[in-house]
């Protein structure tokens, strides 16, 4: 292990959150910059396990996905009672460029993310994978403009009609009403949601429902949207993955994957990848 710490040269600091440290380094074996996120172990049974339940998640997914909008998992070693994932090394987020004025987003430019992230989230899907976190800063972008969607601590396999999940995935201003709901059943429309707040934000400059609670989420949808009808919103979700089966209609899920493509195939116009200015690099 101390030869893999000597072969990423730390660069510099990059940012913190609550388990895990990001910085860039230099691959000294290809002379490449690379992203290292350093996650610390949980509690000492963790550790003696060697690595923490989300962060063997993460390396789970990642290690079987391939994809040129999926960020790619280069390399993972352990030091310690911390473990630390080798990513691709990207020079922003689209957090960061909605919000920086200096930057002119044309429709094209707006097309080709929305693209990329569709891209990428159409073959999570087809592999069976709910990312549950898709928000503009897990939206990474190098310096070319390419797009690639980072983050999957809370990404899961899916599948089973009758599979019970948390609620308590994505961050809530790009949060499905189903799960403000508490709905523990749903699939790739919790993704899709978060796609469509995300290209409301890229038109806008700013976010399209920043809620300060669940209640004031779900009034902000409303206030655009309206309220939901029984007609529109089932009493039961159970009873309405029942009867799509019974009836044979296609899936929630089958509906869904449907929409995707037809949005790429609709994305004919003109579709520019926006480099990125000095100031960002």
Not at 10 to 28: C, H, I, N, P, S
Not at 116 to 134: A, P, S, V
């Amino acid at each position: 292990m101390g030869d893999k710490l000597k072969r990423y040269e730390k660069v510099e600091y990059l940012g913190e959150g609550q388990f895990a440290t990001v910085y860039k380094a230099r691959d000294a074996v290809n002379d490449t910059i690379v992203a290292v996120k350093k996650i610390k172990l949980g509690s000492r049974a963790e550790a003696q396990d060697g690595i923490n339940r989300t962060a063997l998640r993460e390396i789970k997914l990642l290690q079987e996905l391939k994809h040129p909008n999926i960020i790619n998992l280069m390399d993972v070693f352990g030091h310690k009672s911390n473990v630390s994932l080798v990513f691709d090394f990207m020079d922003t987020d689209l957090e960061v460029i909605i919000k920086d004025n200096n930057i002119v987003l044309t429709p094209a430019n707006i097309k080709a993310y929305m693209l990329m992230t569709l891209q990428g989230l159409e073959y999570l899907h087809i592999n069976w994978i709910l990312h549950r976190d898709l928000k503009p800063n897990n939206l990474l972008v190098n310096c070319n403009g390419v797009l690639k969607i980072g983050d999957f601590g809370l990404a899961k396999f899916y599948g089973s009609p009758n599979r019970i999940y948390t609620h308590q995935v994505v961050t809530r201003w790009y949060r499905a009403p189903e799960l403000l709901f508490g709905a523990r059943m749903y699939g790739t429309g919790i993704d899709m949601w978060a796609i469509g707040c995300i290209l409301a934000e890229l038109l806008l400059r700013v976010p399209f429902f920043p809620g300060d609670s669940d209640l004031d989420q779900l009034t902000r949808i409303f206030q655009v949207l309206g309220t939901p009808t029984d007609e529109m919103w089932p009493v039961s979700i159970v009873a309405l993955y029942c009867n799509d089966h019974v009836n044979g209609r296609q899936s929630i899920n089958a509906v869904v994957m449907y929409f995707v493509h037809e949005v790429h195939e609709n994305f004919s116009g003109e579709v520019v990848m926006a480099i990125l200015p000095v100031t960002l690099l």
